[in-house]
Nanobody
Framework: QVQLVESGGGLVQAGGSLRLSCTFSGSIFTAMGWFRQAPGKQREQRESVALIHGDSINYSDSVKGRFTISRDNAKKTVYLLMNGLKAEDTAVYYC?????????WGQGTQVTVSS
């Protein structure tokens, strides 16, 4: 069982920055990263924002060059640094872990970007 605790969301002006954190339990993972669910979208429409899978990192085209995912194994924390935020980045952001095909989700943290 993997437990995820997120923090770091909030309200920011366009062009600003935020850093999300996700503290996790467990030690063996297939993939980890961040998804987001925009206002009015259903759970099935969550967008993969940044994902670490093995040695590779993948970003959605919409955040490439602005967002950076990183992990601190000693602190058991995954971060999402978001720079150059835009109004369209407004969403609930979810930490995501995959352990041999089983998915785990954080509780979600709201990010609101005012234009």
């Amino acid at each position: 069982q993997v437990q995820l605790v997120e923090s770091g969301g909030g309200l920011v002006q366009a062009g600003g920055s935020l850093r999300l954190s996700c503290t996790f339990s467990g030690s063996i993972f297939t993939a980890m990263g961040w998804f987001r669910q925009a206002p009015g979208k259903q759970r099935e429409q969550r967008e993969s924002v940044a994902l670490i899978h093995g040695d590779s990192i993948n970003y959605s085209d919409s955040v490439k060059g602005r967002f950076t995912i990183s992990r601190d194994n000693a602190k058991k924390t995954v971060y999402l640094l978001m720079n150059g935020l835009k109004a369209e980045d407004t969403a609930v952001y979810y930490c995501y872990f995959n352990v041999l095909g089983k998915e785990y989700w954080g509780q979600g943290t709201q990010v609101t970007v005012s234009s």
